[in-house]
């Protein structure tokens, strides 16, 4: 009998938050999985590792991602974004300072999630109606804030003076 | 009123910049150099015995470390003191499913996972019991062998007769209320790591519960380790709501493994895993009796409570005491009966949710009232004015009520809400309802104690040492303010240990029943005290004057009155050294209050030192083609005493509603008839989405509790309870449908919309 053995491992490249890594992936491993124990950017969480709580977001190519439902191996000579690459040098990312300033993270597990879906929404379309913010962070869920101040952190750095 | 620097300002949370910048590391993010793998094999069955079994295949499985079942250790019971029936692993009878039968740790997760599928376990099935009043019939499947009628606690508080008074009442109401689990579902799932090194017998623990202190002495017992030679660590919490406090769940496991093997093991549990296992607020059954003169005066209070304990009673039997108290905190009234049992089931035993069995209770009572209040004619707002406790009453089960806004936050909030204007003339489908609720702010178990420790070095930077959790609602920060402003500095000159780690922390019991801001502030106050007691010696003497002489503020200490004659806060660190005192310069505090424990037959006994109140008015659209509720606002008054930090106290207020309305329309544990969990993902399981941010406005009513930190006190569970039984209340006010088992689905709007056509 012949026994066909699939490759297991293969060896990807990846360039995060700028930096270049050659890194060696199992092929059923996700993305999150090789973010979190492989690179030590431990930011992206897991949540649900079913993509229905958004805590792993990550931005590829601009977009986006629940990074528990890419596999690793189909992110190869992506450009990743996570939450440590967002502060340039001392400084924090206008998005962080928001959350910051309006109380919009509490226990702060589904914060960087938050974060790089506004952050992607902005770098796309700077000037957001409250209905595209919402849209835009409708896959991640927070149970602590209620949501009020995230979606009133976003609308500040989006400039949007529209009140509710 | 008294003008503070510090307190009442809206400052971020002092742990927030680690959070938006992902450096934050909670214990899921944690990694020990060597560390296994471990996962938990649990009954497929929700009642059966166990009759054999085997795990030889899966230790022989490569890459597999340990298994462990309970034939490895003495199986040690646990629980409540004189009632304990639970243990680590089931040895002869699963009673739930997902009850822990054996445990493996391998070298990764999935080696770990294949080696459950080779453990042989036969069972023979048992007969399933799930609804509470099914258990205490004769005939039921007994879940224990020692608990009659499924009964495994009860407690009874009689006060005056309400048999008499129901004879002298001009008007009786009487209803039946449920409420099923719901889950705080926070977005990390609990963790712990185990390490147990085998040549000195130490074991240190990497964990997430919010009461570190209290799970090292009750795992000292089960695990037959020296309490001595047990270390807790915990960083701060990925939301706990309740959830995550003493609960043995995923550390005894990890901890066992880690004793057979002699290597740290972890484990996380899935998001499948967490809607399984998560121990939280129990299904209750409430039965209200009510009596009334027909001005609406209180003559007599009933309650008969079903508590759904679950497999084993864990938290069951200290919810139900609390509801005692909460029975009557917010009316006055003679004569009251409330008579509770805690009931077993094969279901997950109980824990605790924000509020703990006040949710359940609060539900059925703010409900019932709304109903016998429009029985009389009357608005349930002059209904609850009129039967108000104040500051100064105490209550039944003997609550010391030193202060209390209740009256003013029911003002307030109907003002800000337009109730009178609203109130029967909203357009037909629209609603507006009205709850209250009353809830601890402390919690003697034995004893209430907070410890803390203030440390200034010599360039005066000063540290706090507190063994609070830190889960999302800040308790690190109000104790930060609080040290700051007793010592007259900026809150950027004072940190607080990120990590509690029970070698160098001193006594904290932990964050539960809202008991963090007066406790572990006042302890913290006491240690700040301490440390400015030590400053103004040395001060008094360098300026010539004695310490009562002494004020600090501004960073700096100075006389009273003559803010000119003083010392810089540094200089008097200096001049501290200088004065020949070498020793590191520390400030120990404590506080326990005044309190009683509560009375194991009777519920009764002053147990928390102040109590935290919350009304809430709640506006809702039902759609009646879908049955689709949509809360348009909350309007929420909520005493807390003091405002220490605006910005913190909103997002909480915003956060509580928002699971209150989850609890009204959406969340709830099911079990299908054999017993297994319905909801096993968020899909599943509707937390609300940003879809459901819903408007709310917040009034902080401050009723200057004596006890508390600059007259605060703990609120973060009474403000998550009434938007519930608002909402419910606001849709019979739209639809004239009263439903009387949450959440409020569609299909239940719907089919009382049905009926009520029908008659």
Known sequence: MMVIKLATKEQIELTVNGQFYEVVVKTTESLLDVLRNQLGLTGAKKGCNVGECGACTVIIDGMAVRSCLVLAVTANGKSITTIEGLAEGGDLHPLQEAFLQYGATQCGFCTPGFILSAKALLDENPSPSDEEIKRAIEGNLCRCTGYTSIIEAIRAVAGSSKKK | ?759
């Open chain 2, 1 to 759: 009123m008294k003008e503070y620097s510090v307190i009442g300002r809206p400052i971020p949370q002092v742990d927030s910049v680690s959070k938006i910048t992902g450096r934050v590391k909670y214990v899921n993010d944690f990694v020990i150099p060597g560390m296994l793998h471990g996962k938990i094999l649990g009954s497929p069955y929700a009642h059966a015995r166990i009759m054999r079994i085997d795990t030889t295949k899966a230790e022989q499985l490569p890459g597999v470390r340990a298994v462990v079942t309970a034939r490895d250790f003495p199986m040690v019971k646990f629980g409540i003191p004189g009632l304990e029936d639970e243990l680590a692993f089931a040895t002869d009878k699963v009673r739930r499913y997902g009850e822990a039968v054996a445990a493996v740790a391998a070298i990764d997760e999935a080696t770990a996972e294949e080696a459950l599928d080779l453990i042989d376990v036969e069972y023979k099935e048992l007969p399933v019991v799930l609804d509470v009043e099914e258990a205490m019939k004769p005939e039921a499947p007994k879940v224990h062998e020692h608990a009659k009628n499924n009964i495994g606690f009860e407690v009874h508080h009689h006060i005056g007769n309400v048999e008499q008074a129901f004879k002298e009442s001009d008007y009786i109401r009487e209803d039946r209320f449920e409420t099923p689990m719901a889950l705080g579902a926070s977005l990390g799932p609990r963790c712990s790591i185990a390490d147990y090194d085998p040549i000195s017998n130490q074991m240190t623990l990497y964990t997430d519960d919010v009461r570190p202190h209290l799970q090292l002495l009750g795992l000292a017992r089960i695990l037959g380790i020296s309490e001595k030679k047990l270390r807790v660590i915990r960083p701060i919490v990925a939301g706990s709501f309740g959830n995550k406090g003493l609960i043995y769940e995923v550390c005894l496991p990890a901890a066992f493994l880690s004793m057979k093997c002699g290597q740290p093991v972890r484990i996380e549990r899935t998001r499948e895993e967490e809607f399984v296992h998560t121990r939280s607020v129990q299904p209750v059954v409430t039965y209200f009796k009510t009596g009334v003169k027909k001005d609406g005066t209180l003559v007599a209070m009933e309650c008969r409570h079903l508590g759904n304990s679950g497999a084993y009673l864990a938290m069951g039997p200290r919810a139900v005491l609390i509801n005692v108290g909460v029975f009557d905190v917010l009316f006055r009234c003679p004569n009251v009966k409330f008579d509770g049992y805690v009931i077993y089931t094969n279901t997950i035993p109980c824990g605790a949710l924000r509020g703990i069995s006040n949710r359940a209770l609060n539900f059925g009572q703010q409900c019932h009232l709304d109903m016998l209040a429009r029985d009389l004619g009357m608005d349930v707002v002059d209904f609850f004015l009129k039967n108000a406790r104040q500051k100064g009453d105490i209550t039944s089960a003997r609550w010391k009520l030193d202060s209390c806004g209740i009256k003013e936050c029911i003002q307030e909030a109907t003002k800000a809400s337009g109730w009178k204007e609203k109130r029967g003339r909203l357009p037909a489908t629209r609603g507006i309802g009205f709850a209250a609720a009353g809830h601890c702010a402390g919690s003697r178990y034995g004893s209430d104690l907070s410890t803390a420790l203030v440390e200034v070095d010599d360039l005066g930077s000063v540290r706090v040492i507190s063994g609070r959790a830190d889960a999302g609602q800040g308790s690190g920060t109000m104790i930060t303010m609080c040290v700051a402003e007793e010592l007259g500095l900026d809150v950027e000159d004072i940190t607080i240990n990120e990590i509690t780690d029970t070698w160098f922390v001193p006594w904290e019991p932990g964050n539960y029943a809202s008991r963090g801001t007066i406790q572990q502030g006042n302890a913290a106050l006491s240690a700040a005290r301490d440390v400015k007691h030590q400053l103004f010696k040395v001060v008094a003497k360098k300026l010539g004057t004695t310490p009562n002489q002494l004020e600090a503020g501004n960073k700096h200490i100075f006389i009273k009155g003559s803010p000119d004659k003083n010392v810089s806060f540094l200089s008097a660190v200096k001049e501290y050294r200088d004065s020949g005192k070498q020793m590191p310069l520390v400030g120990r505090g404590y506080y326990d209050p005044p309190t009683e424990d509560l009375d194991r037959n009777t519920g009764e006994g002053n147990f928390s030192i102040a109590y935290g109140f919350s009304i809430q008015i709640a506006e809702v659209e039902v759609d009646i083609e879908t049955g689709k509720v949509t809360v348009l606002k909350v309007i929420a008054a909520h005493d807390c005493g003091k405002v220490i930090n605006p910005l913190i106290l909103n997002g909480q207020s915003e956060g509580s509603i928002s699971m209150a309305i989850g609890t009204a329309l959406f969340e709830e544990i099911s079990y299908s008839e054999e017993g297994k969990v319905l909801q096993t993902s968020y899909a599943d399981y509707r937390l609300p989405s940003v879809w459901q941010e819903t408007e709310s406005d917040t009034i902080w009513v401050e009723s200057i509790d004596p006890h508390g930190p600059y007259g605060a006190k703990g609120i973060t569970e009474v403000i998550a309870i009434p938007a519930t039984a608002a909402i419910a209340n606001a849709v019979y006010d739209a639809i004239g449908v009263r439903i009387k088992k949450t959440p409020l689905l569609p299909w239940k709007i719907l089919h009382g919309l049905k009926e009520k056509n029908r008659v």
